[in-house]
């Protein structure tokens, strides 16, 4: 491996781990808003709970790519049972054989098109761009 590549693949690892961070980021954050949308529901207001300004409404986690943090164009469905941005998983196995959520090994590293996951993303951002 020349240098490079070695610092090509350093980079590369310190951009998956810094998404990776930041996914867990957003993860926290989903919690403490469910959390704060199970008070509102019993009656007790937070200001963390309320609708995001109009237009501004977040896409649901599962629209969303644990490497890149930004909404799925081309889900793929990966060994671990996740759903991937296609580019971007691709460039996590170039690399390694093991689960960029769960760091467990994956039994094959073959990549299966999520047609579900992305008919549901094009409704809701269909939906968004309509209201």
Same mark, same amino acid.
């Not at 610092?7 to 704060?36: C, H, I, K, N, P």
């Not at 073959?110 to 761009?129: C, T, Y």
């Given at each position: /491996?020349?240098?490079d590549?070695?610092a090509l693949?350093? %980079? +590369?690892e310190a951009e @998956?781990?810094?998404? &990776?961070?930041?996914s867990?980021? @957003?993860?926290?954050g989903?919690?403490?808003?469910?959390?704060d949308?199970?008070? $509102?529901?019993e009656g $007790?207001?937070?200001?963390a709970?309320e609708?995001p300004?109009?237009?501004?409404? /977040?896409p649901?986690d599962?629209?969303i790519?644990?490497?890149?943090t930004?909404?799925?164009? #081309?889900?793929?469905?990966?060994?671990?049972?996740?759903?991937y941005?296609r580019?971007?998983i +691709?460039? !996590?196995?170039?690399?390694k054989s093991?689960s960029? @959520?769960? %760091?467990?090994?994956?039994?094959?590293?073959?990549l299966?098109?999520?047609h579900? &996951?992305?008919?549901?993303i094009? #409704? !809701? +951002?269909?939906?968004?761009?309509?209201?």
């Amino acid at each position: /491996e020349t240098e490079d590549e070695a610092a090509l693949a350093t %980079g +590369e690892e310190a951009e @998956l781990a810094a998404a &990776l961070e930041e996914s867990a980021r @957003l993860e926290v954050g989903a919690t403490r808003a469910a959390g704060d949308q199970a008070r $509102v529901a019993e009656g $007790v207001s937070s200001p963390a709970a309320e609708a995001p300004p109009e237009g501004e409404e /977040e896409p649901p986690d599962d629209f969303i790519c644990p490497i890149t943090t930004e909404i799925m164009i #081309d889900p793929v469905m990966a060994a671990d049972g996740h759903a991937y941005e296609r580019s971007a998983i +691709e460039r !996590w196995l170039a690399t390694k054989s093991t689960s960029p @959520l769960t %760091g467990g090994a994956l039994e094959h590293s073959i990549l299966v098109p999520n047609h579900m &996951l992305r008919r549901q993303i094009r #409704d !809701w +951002e269909g939906a968004r761009k309509a209201a």
